[in-house]
């Protein structure tokens, strides 16, 4: 083993494959694929959300760090052509901050099989870059709200920028970015009384509401379980005001439990990452913006793509170490079992 710069042990032993199919996709142990692929492009972020991050910010990653635009696209293109990946979803921390991100996007998009392109972002500088965005390819996209109270949003992102976020949101739309998804996270005792008027807003603008129980990924580590908002809870305060019924579709590997709201076809979902977690159907691979490759949000070791690729290593090489990360990938993120550790990393120098 040898560590990054953030102190996470990289993968660097041959991992035993001996009962692994013999197939060029991402299979794991438990008989999961993973076609999904989560590509956190940047660490930076222009708020400070404080279940994220601490108010000063982090430590950056160097521009050394971290892949350029054409080694991100050479991963990006290794996946999706000898991988079976089909989706891939650009996160960050902030992916508007990276300047390459319309270039990586179009080189992605137009990629054999045309693999769907998503983007979670906060929204704040989509209102500038909504339109660029689509016609280079991208899809959809998720963007965070968790209030509709602009002192609220001040007190959670300790940034003046909630005009901008609903901004983006509208630009989104107008673009052809759709479904325009929603992301929220309610904290205990500061924004947790707005889950209906959260929906309210979605529903009379045709977005997605998406609310996503919080997890330990604060480099604070301050994250509490007898804090966290459950969907349990989530789910009875909706149906204060709404008639929910389960949406018929099968879930498979999507992360949100959906609920047609009043009969629909309106829906909203709850992703229960904690309480309810769908890791017996994960499909997700991710790779970090310093080429670190993770078979889990939660995983305690990476593979390090980034160095082989810099040191001559063709694509058979790449693409074995990334099958064999995806071979021994756990059965599930373990916040249940005695001794479970959070990431050294934060959620974003990870990505969603």
Not at 168 to 195: C, F, I, Q, T
Not at 232 to 261: K, N
């Amino acid at each position: 083993m040898t560590s990054v710069d953030l102190g996470i042990p990289v993968a660097r032993r041959t991992i035993d494959t001996s009962a692994r199919p013999d197939t060029p996709y991402l299979v794991d142990r438990f008989g999961r694929v993973a076609t999904d692929l989560r590509v956190s492009l940047i660490d930076k972020c222009n708020l400070r959300c404080t279940y994220c991050m601490p108010a000063e910010g982090l430590p950056w990653m160097k521009r050394s760090e971290m892949l350029d635009t054409a080694e991100m696209i050479r991963l990006i293109e290794l996946a999706v052509r000898e991988l079976g990946v089909t989706n891939v979803r650009f996160t960050g921390g902030e992916p508007l901050l990276r300047q390459d991100l319309v270039d990586i996007i179009t080189a992605t998009s137009s990629l054999p099989g045309s693999p769907r392109t998503s983007l979670t972002t906060n929204g704040i500088n989509l209102g500038r870059f909504a339109g660029q965005l689509a016609a280079a390819g991208l899809d959809r996209v998720n963007i965070s709200l968790d209030t509709l109270d602009r002192e609220t949003f001040h007190r959670l992102t300790r940034r003046d920028r909630f005009d901008d976020v609903l901004d983006g949101l509208r630009a989104a739309k107008e673009a052809g970015l759709e479904p325009v998804k929603v992301n929220a996270v309610l904290l205990r005792d500061v924004n947790d009384h707005e889950a209906r008027d959260l929906l309210r807003y979605c529903l009379e603008r045709d977005y997605q509401l998406r609310f996503i129980e919080q997890m330990p990924l604060d480099p604070q580590h301050g994250w509490d379980r007898a804090e966290m908002i459950t969907a349990d809870e989530i789910l009875r305060m909706l149906g204060e005001e709404f008639a929910l019924t389960p949406y018929s579709a099968e879930r498979g590997s999507a992360p949100a439990e959906r609920w047609l709201v009043d009969g629909g076809p309106a829906t909203v979902g709850v992703i229960g990452s904690v309480t309810r977690p769908f890791c017996a159907t994960c499909d997700r691979t991710r790779l970090t913006a310093d080429g670190q490759l993770r078979s889990c949000l939660f995983s305690q070791t990476e593979t390090n793509l980034r160095d082989p690729m810099r040191e001559g290593a063709d694509d058979e090489e790449l693409a074995r170490l990334w099958r064999e990360t995806m071979w021994a990938k756990a059965a599930g993120h373990g916040m249940d079992e005695e001794g479970f550790a959070q990431p050294s990393r934060p959620m974003s120098s990870i990505g969603g």
